[in-house]
């Protein structure tokens, strides 16, 4: 077993430095009390943390590879969401044992996703105990750029990147709450593993978009907490949210599942004026992710009325959803 | 059992915001995917991250309040020796359940610390699983001013702050290795469990030590990270190594173990020109904080030489210090 300076400085604290001579984001890194950052010249530090335990957030038999990709993914996801360039991470992790290719695979994960988007390893701490992983991200906004959840504005359009559902079929998978084929397994299970933190269409959307978030809890969970933060209410069209082909081709119900209650998308659900709507187009094609108009924003009403969702089909027939799915309404 | 989102509500958003009021450190904290964060004008982030594990770091019937005092203290320790002045922290942390009295005490003794040192909650994460901490802390300091580990020069005085060996001592009355009346024994404990950061010490030593640490692995272990990454030599004097009268009352092997190689004393090691000694003397009157100077820094002498400390009683003479404590020195 390595002692833990051994195994900080093999696998973390020499790539981290070997990094940070070509990114200098950092002006001191590992090896001090504190790291020193700083944001670009007159914007700010965005900061978020997440913490990934295992039997909960993974299963024990986790590709360590996926693993380190998918801890930071999750991480540049919340910069993404904001409009945040990244710079740099801390990552605090706490382990049975130091299971030399574990930690060889893990950090290799870690740091091929860092290195794509010039995210800097600055700090950390490790320690024995039950799997537990702890990163912290940071990345620069200019504070009137930056996307924040409470921006939404009346008749702004709802967008999604890219698809939804995927990541959850792949857990579905897991669970054999359902099959697929060899193909679709392989792209749900990609999906859940390895999501794609969308870093460049969060800073493409800086002056376009209104609201944002990352999807991670599910469309039907997520799109409320810009709701409720903007005091707004919603309308979506559920025949409109973009799903892969491999979805598709699993049930209706199980699509519905998937796309509005289903987790670890990872994809920005956010806001612009009608006025943006090739604006917003623009933006996706120029970072090739695809984006999808799938409702509108509107005032609260009344006095009463309170944050909330309308679901439309393509029909624009109401629907209510269920925690089953949808039923269609019935005015009793 | 509280949900996820009413349990953080009730015990860390809202005193956070209730917080943030004042201090307005953070321009945007808890309820957004990230948040915002900018050091004070012309200085950079100071970031130190540490994960504190259940039955490594403390025992599962720690006292929660305490525990909350301690999980931030060690990093504020870390914000100290670097000469940063606090400003935000974030908090991840898994628990098994969510005992609301358990989560009521230890945010009260997270909080009571925060609040002294104006270090305001700006975001988090929770999560189900075996009871883990991370924190992240934030603090401001001027590039220039920053306390580094590699910055002693030779001719530099080694200074400790406070005393070294209480919480050592605490810990092993825990572990009955062995005993003290009931005066001591709350001296120790009181160590062990509510450390004091040395915040405004670290921020009156600006301009005037060159490197600094916070002592957590005790004087042997963590003295020499200053000397191996200044490249530097050090003769320490252990009979001049601060101890409190409760320490004193245990026997002198006890002392040294407790002293050098105990941890937890989260004391202020830092090194100083002697033309600077009047003004760090002052600088501790100025925080009533007590300093005393150990020890000597020296350049290695021949290109053999390699970072160490030559350890020496009152008298001059040299002692080889043991994993069981010291012997007197014997050339053969």
Redesign the interface.
Known sequence: MLSEFSLIDRFFARRASAQSSDAANG??GI?????????RAG?????????L?????FFADVDPEALGHKALAVNLS??A??G?QPQAF?L???LPKADEAWLAAFSNGLFALAERHGCEL?????????L?L?I?V??S?P?RA?L???AAQPGDDIWISGTLGDARAGLGLQRAEWSADAADTATFRRALERPEPRVALGLALRGIAHA???LSDGLAGDLLHILE?STMQATVDIDAIPRSAALRRLSPDIQQRCTLAGGDDYELCFTAPATARAAVEKAGREVNVPVTRIGTISALQTAADRPAIGWRDAAGAPLILTLQGFDHFHAD
Request: some cysteine.
């Open positions: 002006a001191l090896g001090d009390d504190c790291a020193l950052l700083a944001p914007e700010m530090l965005a900061i978020s943390t997440d913490m335990v295992e039997g909960r957030h919340d910069l969401a904001m945040a801390t605090a992790f706490s600055i700090g950390g701490d490790t320690t024995g105990g039950p537990n702890c912290t940071f990345g906004v504070p930056a924040r959840r409470d944002a978030l990352d933060r």
